[in-house]
């Protein structure tokens, strides 16, 4: 199974993007889905998770900007983010977890510039 993620691009501080996580078929058992963030010489950033039960969780810095959804049916899931700004640069991967299984997509890039 791969992760497609799209949707990254280059926006000015201000503007908004909504990413895409699909996968190439349905995975059983989905219990979250998530979108992290790589910066070059940084840990990967875990941004905003759902769980299969919709509970979901934010990095501080994206709260209040940013809103996960998802289908677990279809194993898709979105990020829409708003009001970007220049520390939100890097790149978006999105993740899946289904018990044991975790399925990483090969990451989208989101550049704000100011």
Aim: proline fraction near 0%.
């Amino acid at each position: 199974v791969q992760l497609q993620a799209s949707g990254g691009g280059l926006v000015q501080a201000g503007g908004s993007l909504r990413l895409s996580c699909a996968a190439s078929r349905s995975i059983f058992g989905v219990e979250r889905m998530a979108w992290y963030r790589q910066v070059s010489g940084h840990q990967r950033e875990l941004v905003a998770l759902i769980t299969s039960g919709g509970t979901r969780n934010y990095a501080d810095s994206v709260k209040g900007r940013f809103t996960i959804s998802g289908d677990n049916a279809k194993t898709t899931v979105f990020l829409q983010m708003n009001s970007l700004k220049r520390e939100d640069t890097g790149v978006y991967l999105c993740n899946v977890e289904a018990g044991y299984r975790a399925f990483w997509g090969q990451g989208t890039l989101v550049t704000v510039s100011s």
